[in-house]
């Protein structure tokens, strides 16, 4: 899974009671590397930095299992390119057995009907074998001001079949209906 991160080595091998003011010294660091994938926004003479961290925690017993799965799809999605529709920048962190996944945070608003095309070409018919299994309508944001298209909510990408994502887009179809 990597290297221990700072915040990983100070947890487990020190009292932090003893290091408190070091330790929040690199909490602090930490979060503010985050901030380095935040997209800024400019409105009204200032500027403001968005991130979002979603936690996985695993209830199986398999837990070390997926991690290395999902950390494995993560790290091969960094690689991957959807065309059309693209994905965040993000990092995450496997802690106290939860995958943590910060990405920057796109402002924006669902996709309307004339963009349905665009993910059903980049996404779910796309020739490559690797590609998302969720294709909800909340996942996917056109970034305001611009015409990107993002797929906000990616840990859900592993390889699939065509046969198997054609599947699941027919299914997901109706809520999209529903929303337009």
């Known amino acids: 899974m990597g290297t221990m991160s700072k915040i990983q080595y100070w947890k487990q ?14 909490v602090a660091e930490a979060r503010h590397e985050k901030q380095k994938l935040a997209r800024s926004y400019y409105t009204q003479g200032r500027r403001t930095n968005f991130t979002l961290t979603k936690c996985i925690e695993y209830l199986d017993d398999d837990i070390e299992e997926k991690l290395v799965f999902r950390t494995e799809c993560l790290d091969r999605l960094k690689k991957d390119s959807f065309n059309r529709v693209r994905v965040p920048n993000f990092e995450y ?5 939860k995958l943590y996944i910060t990405s920057e945070y796109i402002k924006g608003k669902y996709l309307n009907k004339s963009k ?9 018919y796309r020739k490559n074998s690797w ?21 906000v909510d990616f840990d859900t990408y592993r390889q699939i079949s065509i046969e198997d994502r054609k599947i699941l887009w027919e299914k997901q179809r109706l809520d999209w209906k529903s929303y337009i």
């Open 13 to 26: 091998n020190l009292d932090l009671g003893k290091y408190a003011d070091t330790f929040q010294y690199f």
């Open 93 to 97: 962190e496997v802690l106290n057995g």
């Open 131 to 151: 590609s998302f299994a969720d294709y909800n309508y909340r996942n996917y944001i056109q970034e305001e001001r611009t015409e990107n298209i993002y797929m």
């Open 116 to 124: 349905i095309p665009i993910i059903e070409e980049d996404v779910i």
